[in-house]
């Protein structure tokens, strides 16, 4: 296990060092390099803990194929399009140039086989297999693509370092484009359909399992949902650019959740994080929206202009933002954080009749009767002291 983790980031270090010599270094790239080695620390850390499960050694084998495959671009690049093929291995590179495939068939896999390395049922099977080989059928046919590419000497590498060929195929390799044409929709579906299995898992799942599928079903949707932000923004320049920073740093929830749901880490965190998360994601856009309105009614309608305007919308969007937070957490309580949202109604229900309450015995027996209900402990017990003579 160390061996391979000492493997891949060598090969991360030689694809950034080489990435930087072909002047390919770019912040979205390094974004993407950013999150598949979070696979592999992931797994890393998995791989460590549990050692008999595969998923740690698939999640390491996301990030290993990946820089494999960023090695190979980079110093394809820089060999045939900046030294006209005169470096030394440069026919190796053109071959590592698809490696990036398995990381993207390893990462859904990983969707599958989530908690425990192990297929949800027997059923599973068959689109498992032909899953597998097609992602070995494509990875077959790019190596043989290459490999005609190479001994013909006619490899030509497009901008972003890959055989340009594989990427435009024509001639005796038009039918590449077929494959491309099905591989890719292929594993999308398979990433739904996988996901989706996890849905009806967890619908059906209870305690401890369930924590663990809300773990994995909470990081797949952030990340889908900054997936879809990073392709709307694409190159968008401006306020965008924030959106791409936010998605990027979103897009980390998924190998997180990962690692969380396997290890069995903190797992009773997840109601109060998406609670939080999701009350704080309301609040945020209903303050924006109300700032927004509030500009514009100042300086469209009523005509002020200037920095008051902006000043007092300011004001009043700071004023609002606490009565706000807490009634919109208390609405996300009631959905995602139950625990929490009866706990406080149980308490706040209890010190409403602790007030009418003179006798000792019955503030005792309330007492006992909502920490029973509230945490059903197995024992349960309350000691009480004499009052001393005062004084």
Partial sequence: MLVLAILILILLVSAAV??????????????TSALFL???????????HQPGSPMGWVLLGVTFFYSLGGIGT?????????????????????????????????AALALLLFPDGRLPSRRWRPMLWAYLALGLFWLGGAYAISAGAIISHH????????????????GSDAWWGGIQAIFFPAVAVCWLVWLTGQVLRYRHASGERRLQMKWLLSGATLFVVAAIALVSAGSASGWWQTVVVLATIGSFALPVSLGFGILKFRLYDIDRIISRTVAYAVVTGLLVGLYAGLVLLATQVLRFHGPAAVALSTLVAAALFNPLRRRVQRTVDRRFNRARYDAE????????????????GEVRADLLDVVNAALEPAH????????????
């Fill in 380 to 391: 349960l017990s309350v000691w009480t002291t004499p009052a001393g003579p005062r004084t």
């Fill in 38 to 48: 979070s696979f592999g620390l992931v797994g890393l850390v998995v791989a460590w």
């Fill in 155 to 170: 490899v030509s590498i497009d901008s972003a370092g890959d055989l340009a060929v594989l990427d435009n195929p024509a």
């Fill in 74 to 106: 980079a110093y394809a690049y820089l060999d045939y399009r900046l030294h006209g093929g005169r470096l030394p291995l440069g026919w190796v590179s053109v071959l590592l140039t698809p490696s990036w495939a398995p990381a993207i068939v390893l």
């Fill in 345 to 360: 109604r149980t308490v706040a229900a209890f010190a409403a009749r602790l007030q009418d309450h003179v006798e000792l």
């Fill in 18 to 31: 080489t990435s930087s010599m072909a002047h390919q270094l770019h912040p979205s790239s390094l974004g």
